[in-house]
């Protein structure tokens, strides 16, 4: 019995020397009210991994991995109107993050994996939960009142060239509105 008490009690400490570690090359992309964000290059060309740490007790974990291969277009939110929900192996590229003010564990994180556009996602930093928006230039920023996100697509002129789109959608992907910012051709 005690040979067994003593066998934990060394694992504990193990366990606990064991805690992950930022990695050497970690960068803070974002910081919370309760947790900082750390974007990091990985072996694999293209992929990047992302780790919080927690500012109470300094826990630091690897939150995913992303793919250096986005997935087939169809299986993000473009051209649909409502975000997408996805599994966090869908966040491609990482380039910038930003903490959700209205509520602490969300983050909107954006990258662009193809050279051309940057894909947009909520992040649950709890659970892992994620939703694409159907947006392809970026996230602009969060309204007044922090309770909604903005941000941008180009669309095409009938007779040639683009045009900015702005679109507004709550923290759980569902479009809110559209302003088209179109100049006289």
Known sequence: MINRI?????????????????????????????????VVGDDEP??????????????????????????????????????????????????????????????VLEGCPDNRNIYTFIYDVRNGHTIHLPTNNGFIGFTNEDIDLLSESYDYYDQGGRYSVVNAYDINGKHLSTMEIKHEQ
């Open 6 to 38: 003593a066998l934990m009690a060394v694992m504990a400490v193990m366990s606990v020397n064991m805690m992950a570690q930022l990695p050497d090359g970690a960068i803070n992309i974002a910081s919370g009210l309760s947790f900082e964000l750390y």
């Open 46 to 107: 293209g992929a990047r991994s992302l780790w919080i740490q927690y500012n109470s007790n300094k826990q630091v974990k690897c939150l995913f991995k992303t793919s250096p291969t986005p997935l087939e277009i169809s299986e993000y939110a473009f051209g649909q109107k409502d975000g997408k929900v996805v599994p966090a192996s869908a966040i491609c590229s990482i380039s910038n993050a930003f903490v959700y003010p209205g509520a602490n564990c969300y983050v």
